[in-house]
């Protein structure tokens, strides 16, 4: 049998280390599992690792196979044991890999009890380097807002508007998942105007109104609120919100940021 070239293991002479390398796009099925929620989705995974100067490539088949044999389930709690073996397999000192997917959950309107699923994005993104495992956990939601200003000088009514939030959180080591995904979406959810709904009926509409109309605020009031909810647990974090504002011709947004050390 002809013997085939390894090119990618031969060495590199240019003294050039590369921070990343690796596949990206690859969507692939899988189980989320948290031990809050358990559902089969269809997962678009980042891998890569670092390459020292003196190496030309990097496994990338490798890389399918890893995910394959051990991200059939992705469980944030055992991210950290999981990226070990990854980077023992990919022969690197660091990896990191994101996996992007669709999370949903039943949700019900608030006075007909009708239920159907609202589906959020979630990132997690997770990074071994030299044996410090770090995780960041991303949720993205949207949400009622009403404009304080318009409320206080109006004869009637005030305008609102659907915002979009992404709330971060960081962990390490043995916390890097210091709060589960359900309960990111529920303080989203909590600490609006009002939450969105996937079923609305004629009494919900009124429910919804009228309790958006009573807790008005700015996109610099739910930054604010998310990340009190945020250090009330003592977890770092980043927020985003964009509010596609429905009087004006652009957006507002507003960006935060929080480490406890």
């Not at 590369?18 to 099925?29: A, F, N, T």
């Not at 009637?156 to 916390?175: F, P």
Request: contains cysteine.
């Amino acid at each position: 049998m002809t013997q085939l070239l390894d090119i990618q293991n031969q060495s590199d002479d240019r003294g050039i280390p590369i921070d990343e390398v690796g596949i990206s796009g690859l969507r692939y099925p899988v189980v989320f599992d948290d031990g809050e929620l358990s559902q089969a989705v269809v997962a678009d995974l980042e891998i890569t690792v670092r390459l020292p100067a003196d190496r030309r490539g990097t496994h990338m088949s490798r890389m399918v196979q890893a995910a394959d044999a051990h991200m059939q389930v992705i469980d944030p709690r055992e991210f950290a044991s999981v990226w070990k073996i990854l980077a023992d397999i990919l022969d690197a000192s660091s990896a990191r890999v994101s996996a992007v997917l669709p999370v949903a959950m039943r949700v019900a309107a608030p006075t007909s009890g009708e239920e159907a699923w609202q589906v959020h994005d979630v990132r997690l993104r997770g990074d071994l380097s030299d044996d410090l495992f770090t995780l960041e956990t991303t949720v993205l939601a949207d949400v009622t807002t009403l404009c304080p200003c318009s409320k206080a000088i109006s004869d009637y009514g005030a305008h609102n508007q659907r915002s979009r939030v992404s709330l971060t959180v960081q962990g390490r080591g043995d916390a890097a998942y210091p709060v589960a995904v359900s309960t990111l979406i529920e303080m989203i959810r909590a600490n609006s105007s009002c939450p969105v709904f996937p079923v609305v009926k004629r009494s919900d509409e009124r429910v919804i109104t009228m309790a958006a109309y009573d807790k008005p605020m700015f996109v610099e009031d739910l930054v604010r609120q998310l990340s009190l909810a945020c250090r009330a647990q003592v977890v770092g974090h980043s927020v985003e919100i964009r509010t596609l504002e429905s009087i004006h011709s652009h957006d507002a947004v507003a960006r935060l940021s929080w480490s406890p050390m």
